[in-house]
């Protein structure tokens, strides 16, 4: 079905996935529960009917990123050549002249699969760090996609991570998501503590790899999409929990520029420091 969804024109997809997402608001009660909490969270300046608004617009988005995945497996790249904005890729250019490889450090964007071909555009090498599916169908689904655009890598392979940038190719990393208290420490994300990986010090120290933030999001006026690469101020600082402390603050500015395209649909805050508790339990009851 999402292949045949696929072959509609641009902005008939833009369409179909914004009522989905309606459709998905309306019939997703613990998932909008845990948009509204996150939002309410992180956006405290927003008023009640601007933060519900907000939510509508996450459900929205985050639908029309399931139809930007099938056109990100199926679409011709032509398609989008047109519709992509490259900003300050000078700088990766530069970095990938120094022979180390870079990271590129992404975050849970509603495009997130898209951003990959998009990128591809650009003629640069670049491998995917992934979470192994439990599923063996949707394994098989999201590394054979990404295929098309990517060198799919288990990031628990640490091997293949290296000699990836040993062979200067771009890896693309998101160390936005909770992951549990191993290997991670409580830093401030949107104001809010937020248990966050140290593996991007890690993947660093590796192969002494540069550090690139890159950024997507689709266009206000819905014309196409927007990549762009920056500098992570003060990165590496020489402390994994400073360290951690600038990625976050570096997510969070990315963020900022589309946030309604963010996945808030996962529970960033799902660890509770300690002694704290769940906000998403504290506020169902």
Not at 143 to 157: L, W
């Amino acid at each position: 079905m999402l292949r045949l969804v696929s072959m509609l024109p641009y902005r008939a997809g833009l369409a179909l996935g914004r009522m989905i997402g309606r459709l998905l608001l309306k019939a997703m009660s613990k998932r909008r529960h845990i948009v509204e909490i996150n939002i309410r969270t992180c956006f405290p300046e927003l008023t009640r009917e601007q933060q519900q608004q907000r939510v509508k617009e996450v459900f929205e988005n985050n639908a029309i990123g399931l139809i930007e995945t099938g056109w990100a497996y199926w679409k011709s790249r032509e398609f989008f050549r047109a519709r992509t904005e490259f900003r300050n890729f000078e700088l990766l250019d530069r970095y990938l002249e120094e022979g180390n490889g870079v990271i590129l450090m992404g975050w849970h964007f509603s495009c997130l699969d898209l951003a990959g071909l998009l990128f591809s555009l650009y003629g640069k090498p670049c491998s995917t760090l992934y979470r192994k599916h439990d599923y063996p169908l949707l394994e098989w689904f999201f590394t054979h996609g990404r295929e098309r655009f990517s060198f799919p890598i288990e990031r628990q392979k640490t091997r293949q991570m290296l000699r990836a940038m040993r062979n200067n190719h771009c890896i693309w990393y998101a160390p936005d998501q909770d992951l549990g208290r191993k290997g991670t420490v409580f830093v401030p994300f949107f104001g809010h503590p937020a248990a966050t990986t140290l593996a991007t010090t890690k993947m660093h120290q590796l192969n002494n790899s540069p550090l690139i933030k890159l950024d997507c999001w689709r266009k206000p006026d819905n014309s196409g999409y927007i990549l762009e690469c920056s500098e992570v101020e003060g990165f590496p600082s020489g402390s994994e929990e400073q360290d951690a402390v600038l990625i976050n603050k570096a997510i969070e500015q990315g963020i900022r520029k589309a946030p309604s395209q963010y996945m808030w649909v996962h529970k960033r805050f799902k660890t509770a420091p300690p002694g704290e508790k769940n906000i998403y339990k504290a506020a169902k009851r």
